[in-house]
């Protein structure tokens, strides 16, 4: 799974369990609000209608109390119906005017409808007047409330996630560029390898076939030219290799690659002393050890190639959840404009221990020599598109 995919679940998951909290809370309140709506609605209803209609009852009978409850109309969350026992219904109170014709759906009014009471009082003429708490318009009040918070939460949620998408894709922009320069540097590394270093080789057998069998002097000499200027250029070639794609990082451990870069280095200067310290107790990721061993092989070919060191000390040290790389070199320093634009090993080397977490720095030591550091978290990032 890719690592804007796993963001975009993480960021999609929050927000819905921030949706359902909210839902939740919405519905708690609306069950508390519609309960003591209705409990206010029936107690008034009650506590009036019962006198006034027994009154109505007892000074002009059944058609007076009819008259009086048609002319009251709806009374609000309340249902009342007019009737004889067992016999027909003489009144039955209107439907309310308030949204009219809308209903909340059956499943949230039973989620959220309180326990509805019911009135009887017994009039003197024998007739019933039934008062039936009715809360379907506070239970629609609290649908239409919910279903705007839950558009809100769809606006919320394309908004965050279009954010997060923005953010991501600048965040990872650099890493995955990188990651791309590695591998593009890992595929002409191999071209150089197999296809430039065949035709040097070609070259050289060459010009050796046409020393060996020319009998003129120029030709010769011209041929030994050639070969020698292939031989030099297959020596770049190798010593480009590494540079570009540290094959050893492809089967060997971190710690392996590393001696092997020393080893190497120290048998082309022998006249250089280089210490190796590693104190690792397993084999970082990928992209960490890439990074260490960048650090590595920068701060080796600045020391020998600009402080003219005579003595190269690197240590690798993993503690506490993080790597640090030093490369320590007795040379003459680094000169006072180093850090102007174009040095680009060093910036690019600095933004791909940055995209890992960590901080390079580089800096003389005193009066003689330099440090180059590094301090990369071990987890580093995970691989994108992994």
């Known amino acids: 799974m890719k690592l804007r995919t796993r963001l975009h679940l993480v960021v999609t998951g929050l927000t819905i369990v921030w949706v359902i909290v909210l839902v939740a809370?919405?519905?708690?309140?609306?069950?508390?609000?519609?309960?003591?709506?209705?409990?206010?609605?029936?107690?008034?209803?009650?506590?009036?209608?019962?006198?006034?209609?027994?009154?109505?009852?007892?000074?002009?009978?059944?058609?007076?109390?009819?008259?009086?409850?048609?002319?009251?109309?709806?009374?609000?969350?309340?249902?009342?119906?007019?009737?004889?026992?067992?016999?027909?219904?003489?009144?039955?109170?209107?439907?309310?005017?308030?949204?009219?014709?809308?209903?909340?759906?059956?499943?949230?009014?039973?989620?959220?409808?309180?326990?509805?009471?019911?009135?009887?009082?017994?009039?003197?003429?024998?007739?019933?007047?039934?008062?039936?708490?009715?809360?379907?318009?506070?239970?629609?009040?609290?649908?239409?409330?919910?279903?705007?918070?839950?558009?809100?939460?769809?606006?919320?949620?394309?908004?965050?996630?279009?954010?997060?998408?923005?953010?991501?894709?600048?965040?990872?922009?650099?890493?995955?560029?990188?990651?791309?320069?590695?591998?593009?540097?890992?595929?002409?590394?191999?071209?150089l390898h197999d296809e430039f270093g065949q035709s040097v080789t070609a070259i050289r057998s060459l010009a050796q076939a046409i020393v060996d069998q020319s009998s003129q002097a120029p030709m010769q000499e011209a041929a030994r030219l050639i070969s020698a200027e292939a031989a030099r250029l297959y020596d770049a070639m190798h010593g480009l290799i590494p540079r570009l794609a540290p094959a050893a990082l492809d089967t060997l451990s971190l710690s392996e690659a590393l001696e092997d870069l020393v080893r190497d280095l120290q048998s082309r200067h022998p006249a250089v002393k280089v210490t190796l310290r590693q104190e690792l107790a397993c084999n970082p990721d990928p992209g960490v050890s890439l990074a260490a061993y960048r650090v590595v092989q920068e701060g080796l070919v600045n020391a020998l190639r600009h402080a003219h060191a005579s003595h190269i000390d690197v240590e690798l040290q993993a503690e506490r959840g993080s790597l640090t790389v030093t490369v320590t070199d007795d040379g003459v320093g680094l000169p006072k404009d180093w850090s102007r634009p174009g040095h680009y090993g060093l910036r690019g080397l600095r933004e791909r221990v940055s995209h890992l977490g960590g901080n390079l720095t580089l800096h003389n030591r005193g009066s003689r020599g330099t440090l180059l550091a590094a301090q990369i978290p071990l987890a580093g990032l995970p691989p994108v598109g992994a």
Do not use: C
């Open 25 to 191: 809370s919405e519905v708690q309140l609306t069950r508390s609000r519609i309960r003591e709506d209705v409990q206010a609605a029936n107690q008034v209803a009650i506590q009036l209608l019962g006198r006034l209609v027994n009154v109505y009852g007892l000074i002009g009978g059944t058609r007076t109390v009819t008259d009086f409850l048609t002319r009251l109309g709806h009374v609000r969350s309340n249902d009342i119906v007019l009737t004889y026992p067992g016999g027909p219904v003489l009144y039955h109170s209107p439907p309310a005017t308030y949204k009219a014709g809308q209903y909340a759906p059956a499943w949230f009014a039973h989620l959220v409808a309180p326990r509805t009471p019911r009135y009887v009082f017994p009039l003197p003429s024998g007739l019933e007047l039934i008062v039936q708490a009715a809360p379907s318009r506070g239970i629609l009040d609290g649908w239409d409330a919910i279903r705007r918070l839950l558009a809100i939460a769809a606006v919320m949620l394309f908004i965050v996630n279009g954010l997060a998408f923005w953010m991501v894709e600048r965040a990872v922009a650099p890493v995955v560029i990188e990651q791309r320069l590695d591998e593009e540097r890992r595929l002409i590394a191999h071209e």
